[in-house]
């Protein structure tokens, strides 16, 4: 215990200097509620309002707001704000302005319909998981999608074991192909169906479509791949010239030259 009371202060280490506004007192019977954390993807802006929002009764203390913030923040935004000085904002609207001019890239960086077909599912998330995330940019797409279209380019990013069967739902509501998505997701881990080999192409439909695309241009003309080429084969030995020889419409011999009278019988 003396060692420990003998430990002198570290400077920036007090709970002075840590916290912000370190005077303030919540309102008697207050209980801070559950945000909603913002991890440094997504739109500022709307966790800012978000989080005003659980605030409500109490919101116009700016002190308060700027205490509790940290609360809502995690991951990177969490240590975006840890690295600041605490009191390098004076006021609640400096702390945000710099908040949403750090995260701005999210809202500038707008996905596109070209990014929506390179996302892919990835090995920690379930195909739930992965409709929830591919859904939710989907609809930051500017201009927006009609639902039919996000069902058409959704379809397109299937893995072709999902993709042979899910092709056919093209029509059906996407909460309807999330649906079907998860009892394939269910058949592949019970072995019910069975994974595509190596080779994507062997799939029926996705080996169509592959050989479509695959063909090449070769002198202006489309020619598929997988047609087969000429073998590198000799030229069969010709035959020996013979000389064209008039066949007779009678039965016998042909007489080259023709007969002549004998001038003595004459």
Sequence with gaps: ?????CTPDVAGLSYAELCIHPDLNLPEGFKIP?????EGVGNPMEHLRAYCDQLVGVGKDEALLM??????LCGEALEWFTSHETRQW?????????????????VEIVPDRYSLEKMKQKSTESYREFAYRWRKEAARVRPPMTEKEIVEVFVRVQE??????????????????????????????SWKIARMSASP???????????????????GIKVPRNLPRPQNRSNPPSKPHQAYRPQSNHSGHYNAAPTHPDPHIL
Excluded: C, H
């Excluded at 559950?34 to 913002?38: C, L, R, S, V, Y």
């Design 1 to 5: 215990m003396k060692e420990l009371q």
């Design 34 to 38: 559950k945000f909603d954390t913002f």
């Design 67 to 72: 205490r509790l913030f940290s609360r809502s």
């Design 90 to 106: 004076p006021s609640w609207s400096a702390l945000a302005k710099d908040f949403i001019d750090r995260f701005a890239y999210n």
């Design 160 to 189: 072709p074991e999902y993709y042979d069967r899910i092709i056919l739902l093209i029509g059906a509501k996407f909460a309807e192909i999330v649906k079907v998505g998860e009892t394939i997701e269910d058949g592949l881990k």
């Design 201 to 219: 192409g062997s799939s029926g439909l996705v080996r169509k479509k592959r050989e479509e695309v695959a063909a090449i241009s070769y002198g």
